[in-house]
């Protein structure tokens, strides 16, 4: 099963664990996070995934574990929110003439 259809818990906590694999020797894959760099310093981590025609973003705020070196991902509450291509490109198109 793809990750676009999992159930959010279980895309969150895959995406998350690519992003921050427990191997050393297994390079990150950044492909699906999507978190701006103030929102990670906080903690926060954003992730999406399409499945060609929407995209669906999952977000939430986790507490880092110092001993552990990373994120407790027990009993986290995920947002979510779908969008449609076309509303991408408008909300990109939007920021494009606001950046102008």
Do not use: W
Not at 58 to 83: F, P, Q, T, V
């Amino acid at each position: 099963m793809g990750l676009y259809n999992m159930k959010k818990e279980k895309a969150f906590i895959e995406m998350y664990n690519l992003r921050f694999p427990e191997c050393v020797d297994i390079a990150e894959d950044y492909q699906y996070d999507i978190s701006p760099m103030i929102l990670s310093d906080y903690n926060y981590c954003v992730f999406a995934v399409s499945d060609g025609n929407k995209i669906r973003i999952m977000a939430a705020k986790l507490d880092y574990s110092i001993s552990g070196s990373k994120h407790n991902l027990n009993d986290i509450e995920i947002s979510e929110a779908i969008i449609t291509d076309n509303e991408l490109r408008e909300i990109i198109s939007g920021l494009d003439t606001i950046l102008i």
